[in-house]
């Protein structure tokens, strides 16, 4: 069964400090890794895919990066906007299968 | 990308009564996906929904329950039937364009 773990679940910043959130998976087979991000009472917002090792995607202040068993998102000089749960999620390797698992995600909070 | 809406936003409803919830993109798409969201969880696939025929339903999750119709390329309905409090959660509609996973706001559904 395919299991995502994230890290830590919360995490609190000042304003400028930079730092990573992890994401842990176990697969069948990886079509996909996505990070989103999702504000209170609203829908994810999508980020990234990350498909291969070793690939690496950046936007703004963020940049999503991919191993054979876990990607990070680094975050650099983090503003009070960027306070946000992230989400990671994989998708199987098996065409036909376009299901998301989704962790429980990370809350980060960057403190002015 | 994708533009996704849903309605209602939000909804209080009374115990045994039924839900339907719309979702409408902005272009046609072949698959649709509902996800839901509980209280402090992560997402949770409930079913995919291809435009022509039956929806797919995730482990945990029965048609009689949650039937989902699918009537065009751009618009699906997700119905809670016979609601109890534990299908408190957000709803979330999901489309799939060029392999990445795109959300629509969610409906915020408590049952009282």
């Known amino acids: 069964e395919d299991q995502v773990t994230q890290s830590p679940e919360a995490l609190r910043l000042q304003e400028g400090e930079s730092s990573s959130l992890n994401c842990s998976y176990t697969?069948?087979?990886?079509?996909?890794l996505f990070w989103y991000r999702q504000d209170p009472g609203k829908g994810p917002e999508f980020l990234f895919t990350?498909?291969?090792a070793g690939e690496e995607k950046e936007k703004e202040r963020l940049k999503a990066t991919l191993t054979k068993k876990e990607s990070f998102l680094h975050i650099t000089a983090p503003k009070p906007e960027d306070s946000a749960t992230y989400l990671c999620?994989?998708?199987?390797?098996?065409?036909?299968?376009?299901?998301?698992?989704f962790g429980t995600g990370t809350r980060l909070t960057i403190i002015p | 990308s994708a533009v996704i809406s849903q309605k209602p936003s939000r909804d209080i409803c009374q115990r045994g009564t039924s839900l339907t919830i719309q979702c409408q993109v902005d272009?046609?798409?072949?698959?649709m996906f509902w996800y839901r969201q509980q209280p402090g969880q992560s997402l949770t696939l409930i079913a995919t929904?291809?435009?022509?025929?039956?929806?797919?339903?995730e482990s945990g999750f029965v048609i009689d329950k949650f039937p989902i119709s699918r009537p065009n390329l751009t618009f699906s309905t997700l119905t809670v039937s016979n609601m109890s409090p534990e299908d408190s959660s957000i709803y979330l509609c999901?489309?799939?364009?060029?392999?990445?996973?795109?959300f629509g706001p969610g409906t915020r559904l408590t049952v009282t």
């Open positions: 999901s489309v799939d364009r060029g392999g990445e996973q795109y």
């Open positions: 697969v069948s087979g990886l079509r996909g």
């Open positions: 990350l498909y291969s």
């Open positions: 999620a994989v998708r199987p390797a098996n065409f036909g299968n376009e299901k998301l698992t």
């Open positions: 272009s046609q798409v072949t698959m």
């Open positions: 929904a291809n435009q022509g025929s039956e929806a797919t339903y």
